[in-house]
């Protein structure tokens, strides 16, 4: 079974504080992805990354960055929190190659901004 | 651009009852996979199924049915004879291609609707 591990299920920080939530996964995947998801909206895609070191912005990618420095991880930074980037933040990964394979998704990091 | 529409935001039951699950889309590719995904309460997402464009055969698994009409962009999800274990927020997604005519996967999702199981 695939399994996709995020860093924390619950963080609160602060305003103005430099936000860094972890993705791993263990299926050697090559697509790796970062949602937020709100209510009412859905999720929405902030990065995704096809390769290590390879980036791509989503729909919502303002206020974040990304890095893939290793395959099984992919780490999402705020790089400056505000209290719109409160949220539940969910990764995933799929294999990568001739896409539109499933995802598989981690538990989800909700995310609090004071 | 690409969109799907879950027009329903919640949905009660009484356990037992079948109930459908609407998903609507748009997109202008005619090479398209859609997708549907259970969030339980635990919040992770579930993959449930996928249907290439070209493949319009339903598809039956247990107490889950799909029907995709592509003459109504419509991916109908339905619960036969639903269990409390059924409630959850079901998403609808849509994968597109970039603008270069590669696929990542990536996925543009519904608003999700909210399906409560009553015993």
């Known amino acids: 079974d695939v399994k996709v591990t995020q860093s924390s299920r619950y963080l609160v920080k602060r305003t103005g504080e430099k936000v860094f939530l972890e993705c791993v996964q263990d299926m050697d995947h090559e697509n790796m992805f970062w949602y937020r998801q709100d209510p009412g909206l859905g999720l929405r895609l902030i990065y995704f990354s096809y390769d290590v070191k390879m980036k791509e912005k989503g729909d919502i990618p303002e206020g974040y960055s990304v890095s893939r420095e290793k395959k099984e991880r992919f780490s999402l930074i705020l790089e400056s929190a505000s209290t719109n980037q409160t949220s539940m933040y969910l990764c995933?990964?799929?294999?990568?190659?001739?896409?539109?394979?499933?995802?598989?998704f981690g538990d989800g990091t909700r995310l609090s901004i004071l | 651009a690409q969109k799907v529409t879950q027009a329903q935001t919640e949905i009660s039951v009484v356990e037992k009852e079948d109930v459908t699950l609407d998903c609507v889309y748009e997109?202008?590719?005619?090479?398209?996979?859609l997708f549907w995904y259970k969030q339980p309460p635990s919040g992770e997402l579930v993959f449930l199924i996928r249907r290439n464009s070209f493949d319009e055969q339903n598809e039956i698994s247990g107490r889950y049915s799909w029907n995709f009409q592509k003459s109504t962009s419509s991916f109908n999800f339905t619960i036969t004879a639903s269990q409390v274990v059924d409630s959850a927020v079901y998403f609808c997604a849509l994968s597109e291609r970039t603008a270069g005519g590669t696929s990542y996967g990536k996925l543009t999702f519904g608003q999700g609707t909210i399906l409560t199981v009553h015993p």
């Open positions: 997109t202008r590719d005619t090479t398209y996979y």
């Open positions: 995933a990964s799929a294999i990568g190659g001739v896409g539109n394979q499933p995802q598989h």
